[in-house]
């Protein structure tokens, strides 16, 4: 009876320890390349298993291990158009002795792609900053997500859809741009998680990004200290220097003095802007020519009789007088000279 629960007891820790035992296998499809398979997540195994798996048909044996202080933790399996077969059910076996464990895995949303490669940044012609890049698989289902930022703030990312290129309209050359990329397979084509970030790349002003500000406070009190100098000094060369001051603060004249002043001389053409020639043709003239005067008095037709006024000197009688200034013959008239 004894005999018998001691091995009842042997058999019962025989199946605990089996199922403690047994590993956990997670698979990832790399880069739509290779399935790569770990077990024991971070911790390696107390045991080198040995791996087989398969989407349909025969299991096939691992073709290459991966190995961490010459425990073998995981695998590298290679298939054909992984891009189709994984949708269908991926199934993975551990050996060790005489035991074996399977496990089935769905893996269509388990897909990483490597980091799309060949990154590169210009100014083009347009005066836009044109971003490009490789996508490490070549296919129409990729699509891509770029974030940039500036003077390193914060991250702005954008969608982009089956293409390899990223505009940014008319930067800034003063302020510093860091891009990054990663690509996914869409929606179409069943979609899987991101791929890592690109490495970063940069464009413009080459001065370091400020984003700590740790230098910005350390500098503003010294500024601040030399502004304060400076405007001592300025007020104490203003205070005893009156030359200085009128220099630098010249004094400006008070228009209300001198309007005063025009008005009261009533002088106003000295005040507005007007040349000179056109004032002196405002000025009265006094210096006119003279003109002779000269008195007509009436001759008696068919007499020649003169009547004289006086202060007259008549002409001959019965002379016909005509007008010195015009030469034109009076016969009414005889004109008297004053």
Not at 212 to 223: E, K, L, N, R
Request: charged residues 20%; aromatic residues 10%.
């Amino acid at each position: 009876m004894a005999v018998g629960l001691l091995l009842l007891l042997f058999c019962l820790n025989g199946l605990v320890w089996s199922e403690d035992q047994r590993p956990e296998v997670d698979c990832v499809v790399v880069n739509l390349d290779y399935v790569h398979c770990v077990w024991n997540g971070s911790t390696p195994p107390d045991f080198n298993y040995t791996f087989y798996s398969r989407f349909d048909g025969a299991f096939n044996p691992c073709a290459r291990y991966v190995l961490d202080n010459s425990t073998v933790m995981g695998c590298d399996q290679r298939y054909e158009k992984l891009i189709l077969k994984r949708s269908e059910r991926f199934t993975t076996r551990l050996e060790l002795g005489n035991r074996s464990f399977e496990q089935n895995h769905q893996l269509k949303s388990k897909v990483k792609l490597n980091p799309p490669t060949h990154l590169s940044v210009k100014n083009g012609t347009d005066f836009n900053l044109w971003f490009y890049w490789n996508n490490s698989y070549k296919s129409g289902c990729i699509v891509s997500e770029v974030r940039h930022r500036v003077e390193g703030k914060d991250w702005k990312s954008t969608a982009v859809q089956q293409k390899t290129s990223y505009c940014i309209n008319l930067p800034s050359s003063s302020h510093r741009y860091e891009l990054q990329v990663r690509n996914s397979i869409g929606e179409s084509c069943g979609a899987s998680g991101w791929s890592d970030w690109s490495p970063p790349v940069f464009w413009g002003s080459v001065r370091e990004s400020n984003s700590t500000g740790t230098s910005g406070f350390v500098w503003t009190p010294v500024f601040c200290g030399l502004g304060m100098i400076i405007l001592l000094l300025m007020v104490i060369l203003l205070v005893k220097h009156e030359r200085i001051k009128v220099i630098l603060i010249p004094i400006l004249p008070d228009p209300g003095k001198n309007l005063t002043k025009i008005l009261a001389g009533g002088n106003i053409e000295d005040w507005l802007p007007i040349s000179k020639s056109i004032k002196e043709g405002f000025k009265t003239d006094y210096s006119e020519r003279t003109c002779s005067v000269r008195e007509y008095s009436w001759v008696a037709p068919g007499t020649g009789a003169v009547t004289a006024g006086p202060g007259v000197v008549p002409p001959d009688a019965g002379a016909v007088t005509s007008d010195p200034e015009v030469g034109t013959p009076n016969t009414g008239f005889v004109a008297m000279g004053l």
